[in-house]
């Protein structure tokens, strides 16, 4: 088996200001950290406007093309802005994960990474915000279970920032178990400890500032873990998220590389426990160009271990 990387060259053409954090240099340092490594490299397809509406209402869909700009910039909010290749870079971003659920529930791979951007962790029913302009994550456990009709599938979302958007969309959905651990306080305000979902099927892990490797390893163990092996889902989906890293300029947790790289690869063998292994993992953030590549290549590294 192997691990699997999807992406696509338009999602190098959603252009932000200058000076945003949410630039094309990340995919770009993402895709050079990756480049050696053992995948199976996949283009990323367009979603299928179905695949968007499984969780966002068409007339949603309908107002981003309506603020689509031919030329030149469109701010949507203070953080989040579009070019004239947005659009086309967050279906990409979603196709890359519908693409991957397919692939991995298919076993033609063990699991696979999405190297996509916009992000997709912060984008509403119908809101986009966050640099995000759909829920990447959610859709793709939406077509895991609308499509293939697994019965339970898990979201772990361990960007720094908590996953509002992945939470709003999957909060009435019982088939879905959503886990976000993000620092508290922090953008964009969200993800009490006692918000949990219509169905019990949401879990915040709100962490302090400064918190470091060491006890985000301990409340994974103790609280996150648990939930998984007590949900039993049939896929795993991660929202890959290094902001949380020591070097990022927009949050204040202090874990390291090796910090993602075990969580990745305990997360891997849960996965193996419970669902053979299948995982699929999306970018979300991370805006240190050094840390974020640090980051995702160990991440993915230990996706092509728990491959082989």
């Known amino acids: 088996m192997a691990t699997a990387l999807l992406t696509h060259a338009d999602c190098l053409t959603h252009e932000t200001p200058p000076g945003h954090p949410e630039q094309v240099a990340r995919l770009e340092h993402v895709l050079h950290a990756l480049a050696r490594l053992d995948l199976v ?37 203070a953080d ?77 979302d361990f960007d720094v920032h908590h996953g509002n958007g992945t939470q709003d969309l999957l909060w009435d959905e019982r088939r879905a178990l959503v886990i976000s651990s993000h620092q508290m306080p922090l953008w964009p305000g969200s993800g009490n400890s006692d918000d949990d979902g219509a169905y019990d099927n949401v879990m915040n892990l709100p962490l302090r500032p400064e918190t470091g490797g060491d006890e985000m390893r301990q409340i994974y163990q103790t609280q996150a873990f648990a939930r998984l092996r007590a949900f039993k889902p049939e896929l795993i989906i991660l929202s890959a998220g290094f902001d949380a890293h020591r070097e990022d300029p927009l949050a204040q947790l202090n874990w390291k590389t090796d910090d993602f790289r075990w969580l990745t690869g305990e997360l891997c063998l849960i996965a193996q426990e419970l669902c053979q292994g299948r995982i699929v993992s999306t970018l979300e953030g991370g805006y240190d160009l050094n840390a974020l590549a640090d980051a995702a290549k160990a991440h993915v590294e230990e996706l092509i271990k728990a491959a082989t």
Request: aromatic residues 6%; glycine residues 8%; contains cysteine.
């Open 80 to 156: 989040t802005w579009m070019s004239a290749g947005s659009l086309d870079a967050a279906f990409r971003a979603v196709g890359a994960a519908v693409r991957a659920v397919d692939m991995v529930l298919a076993g033609d791979v063990k699991n696979a990474f999405c190297a996509t951007r916009p992000p997709g962790h912060h984008a509403e029913t119908d809101t986009p915000m966050g640099f995000c302009l759909f829920g990447t994550a959610a859709l793709a456990a939406k077509h895991a279970l609308d499509h293939h009709g697994l019965k339970r599938v898990a979201v772990v």
């Open 41 to 77: 490299r996949v283009t990323a397809p367009l979603a299928a406007e179905d695949d968007i509406l499984r969780a966002h209402p068409a007339t949603y869909l309908a107002d981003l093309r309506r603020a689509l700009p031919t030329e030149g910039r469109r701010a949507l909010d």
